[in-house]
């Protein structure tokens, strides 16, 4: 874009572009000088362009200001430095094409230009650039990109409040002796019973002990070899399986007994090993995994992800960092600001790969594994976690692992999720949420933390006023539209218990541990099964008892019928007639590789079809911290964002 000045009449004299200090090229005159009286004029033109350029105003204005300066101005957008979030002085103010503005302006004698708040600026409009420099940045005018956060989260937990938070095992948890494992590759290594067989640095092993892990669950039991082994791999186990720690624990050990190589108060900082998750709640729960396991050792885990002041993260960056944990578009942020050099990396782990490889971020993951100074795949070691790997989303991960590496299924407990009670309810759409009130009526007086699922975040807001409001429910909201303050206070209050009604879109659905979550409540069917497993799997963790309730309405979720009901057979649950009837009749789809595991080696042709999503089809932090030059999705996908 290209900023010209107001147009000429025959009462004003254009001042030279040159003398407000901007090049000719890109911007225009300000407000002219009729003699230098310094009185105030009102006058009313057609603003040639959707969008005013305004430059010196003071630390202070606010938004609100800048429109009461505006008449007819729809929107304003103040630049802040990313790193302070303190004003730049600059601004865009936008309105409705073909409209009529009303300014008032005050001419200085040495200062011209318009009185903004008790400060004299220069204002300019913006057209078409038709040099051939091509167009300016387009984050400085695209009006849907909010401005840069200054939001600081509160510290971390300290000393025995990190480990107060573990995970409880259920009564069910001795079951996950008897899951069915595979590992498919050449020449796997032997698993391991007990975490002192895992090779872990003796202030590890006093960590884990400390969090209460007595012995490691299949994952873990054979997942920490084959990292020990330093070979690549895909992992697929149950939601609540310990996935976590089953990367964290061996990558923290390698580090430390190879050697920690970043340096603290540096500006350039070059960590060893960078954990990429979907969601920001997710990074930072894994970061504070990683945290806990490296208590008392010298390796510093950091997490960077967006909604949050990047000045402080930098800060928290240069005191030393050898594992990163982050969203893709923070990470890449970082990268490209100089901060984060990748000539060291020795890991790279994708959790919720499946996800992370879709529609939605596999570019943003290609343009990471292509960036300056990353060592090639043959160079670094790549391991990949999630509960659901379908086939196709296996042959891209190809592309990023060795051509040796091995393949992990841990099949469900019981065949799958069996834990987990699977109640499909037949609804119609206007009767959901009368349907609603009767699940959850007991929750003001139980407590009991009830997980509600919507597939937008409209409806979440929606849902979630009229519950708090107007049916008296002690309820909260988290969805991606929503500020990071207030996601986390969300999360806060139904971890508390002080709200124990939760309404989510799908950036609760994947990794989240939250202790004692006794229901979840699909108000919305998802578009595909994986996102299903992944949402009923906040509930029934580490061998706890949970209870899935999804409202199932024929005329929209009948491509998920004849998925619903094998995921309900392999789990051991009732399958209702009237879905097996409607099932018959909807065009089947693959799934399944036969057994009690989640997901199959696709390399041995018995994998599974499904996922394969979209922008459109789930809320997740993409772009997250702005780091990709990828504009957002076209309108229509309700839960795209530039979060």
Partial sequence: MSFDGWGDDDTTTTQPAASNGFGGDDFGSGFGDAGGDG???????????????????????????LLAAFEGATSARIQTDRETGVSKGIAYVDFPSETEATVVYSNAKENKGMDVDGANVFVGYAKERTNDRGPRDESELDPDRPPPSTYVPPPPPEDDDMFSSCSKRGIHFDKYESIPVEVT??????????????????????????????????????????????RDMMACAQTGS??????????????????????????????????????????????????????????RPVVAYG??????????????CHILVATPG????????????????????????????????????????NSPGIPPKE?????????????????????????????????????????????????DQGDKRDELLKLV??????????????????????????????????????????????????LRDFKSGECPLMVATSVAAR??????????????????????????????????????????????????????VKTLADANQVVPDWLSDSASGAVQSSFGGGGGFGSRDARRGKGRGGGGGNRDTGDFDYNDGGGFNNAPAAAGGDDDDWD
Avoid: W
């Fill in 330 to 369: 923070r990470l890449m942020d970082f990268i490209k600001r100089g901060k984060i050099k990748l000539d060291k990396l020795q890991y790279l782990i994708l959790d919720e790969a499946d996800r992370m490889l879709d529609m939605g971020f596999e570019s943003e993951i290609r343009t990471l594994v």
């Fill in 511 to 564: 990794g989240l541990d939250i202790q004692d979550v006794q229901h979840v409540i699909n108000y919305d069917l998802p578009s595909d099964i994986d996102e299903y497993v992944h949402r009923i799997g906040r509930t029934g963790r580490c061998g706890n008892i949970g209870k899935a309730t999804s409202f199932y309405d024929d005329s929209k979720d009948a491509q998920l019928s004849s998925l619903l």
């Fill in 242 to 299: 310990g996935k976590t720690a089953a990367f964290v624990l061996p990558v923290l050990a390698s580090l430390i007994r190879g050697g920690l190589e970043s340096s603290s108060f540096s500006d350039e900082q070059y960590p060893q090993a960078i954990v990429i998750g979907p969601t920001r709640e997710l990074v930072y729960q894994i970061y504070l995994e990683a945290r806990k396991f490296s208590r008392s050792t010298i390796a």
């Fill in 307 to 320: 909604g949050t002041s990047v000045g402080h993260q930098l800060r928290d960056l240069q005191k030393g």
């Fill in 379 to 427: 160079d670094r070691h790549t391991l990949m976690f999630s509960a659901t790997f379908p086939d196709e989303i296996q042959k891209l991960a190809h592309d990023f692992l060795k051509e040796d590496f091995l393949f992990l299924t841990v099949g469900r407990v019981g065949g799958a999720c069996s834990d987990v009670e699977q109640v499909i309810m037949q609804v």
């Fill in 39 to 65: 009185e105030t004029r009102e006058r009313k033109e057609v603003i040639p362009s959707k969008t005013l350029f305004i430059k010196g105003l003071n630390e202070d204005t606010t938004q609100d200001a």
């Fill in 185 to 230: 590759g050449e020449n796997p290594p032997r698993h391991v019973s007990t975490f002192e067989a895992c090779d872990l640095p003796e202030t590890v092993l006093s960590n884990v002990k400390r969090a209460g892990y007595e012995r490691p669950t299949p994952v873990q039991k054979y997942g920490i070899p084959i990292i020990n082994n330093g």
């Fill in 441 to 490: 009526e007991h929750v003001k007086t139980s407590k009991q933390r009830t997980l509600v699922f919507v597939e937008t975040k409209r409806n979440a807001d929606f849902l979630a006023c009229y519950l708090s409001q107007d049916a008296d429910f002690p309820c909260t909201s988290i969805h991606g539209d929503r500020l990071q303050q207030q996601r986390e206070e969300a």
